[in-house]
């Protein structure tokens, strides 16, 4: 299986990555972004690409894939709505109808967020957007299409984020995150989970197109069975 990862230097971009590079079935791995992770490894090749709304200078580069996991996003906080929808819908919406002409029978996945809004009219703005994002993968004529939903996540294997604040708060609730995973076992996801649930959705497929954090979790335990 080869495999194209948006976001490879972010928290979630960087345990999909480690579990693509640890599974013998993934033969190749393309990771497309503003920054490369510097990262050696015989399966891997990074794209260096600044424009992430615009792909015509690399359109070469992005076909014969079997999977794409799309783990770009950021913090709504501060955003005016025109903004969030930019870098959100816009930017994302770019990369897939990109893929879907080059690569129709791809597995497109793409990271979302506990609470966000399918209707696309509740009252919170990010989840109004991110529904609206999902709600336009899932129209697109890829293969199959998956939206995962997790609410918090905690790194593992020394990953960390790239946006500050949410290091300040995984290295203030490091502590707890055993306990809270025992009290909410439901609502705490793991990268290293992350990133096994979204190969085994590209190998195998899916009986949901949208997984919450819970079903992420108990798809998680079933792998390990």
Known sequence: MDVLI??????VGQGALRACLADPEVGRV???GR???GRGHPK???IAHENLFDYSAVEGTLSGFDACFFCLGVSSAGMTEAAYHHVTFDLTLAAARTLV??????CFIYVSGAGTDSTESGRIMWARVKGKTENALLALPFKSAFMLRPAMIQPLHGITSKTRSYRLLYSTTALLLPLLRALFPNYVTT???LGRVMISLAKNGGEH?????RDI????AALAR
């Open 30 to 32: 393309v990771a497309i």
């Open 191 to 193: 990268t290293e989970q």
């Open 217 to 220: 979790n108990r798809r998680t």
């Open 101 to 106: 002409r080059f690569n129709p029978r791809m």
């Open 209 to 213: 197109a949208i997984l919450e954090s």
């Open 6 to 11: 948006f976001g490879a230097t972010g928290m």
């Open 44 to 46: 891997l090749r990074e």
């Open 35 to 37: 920054t490369i992770t």
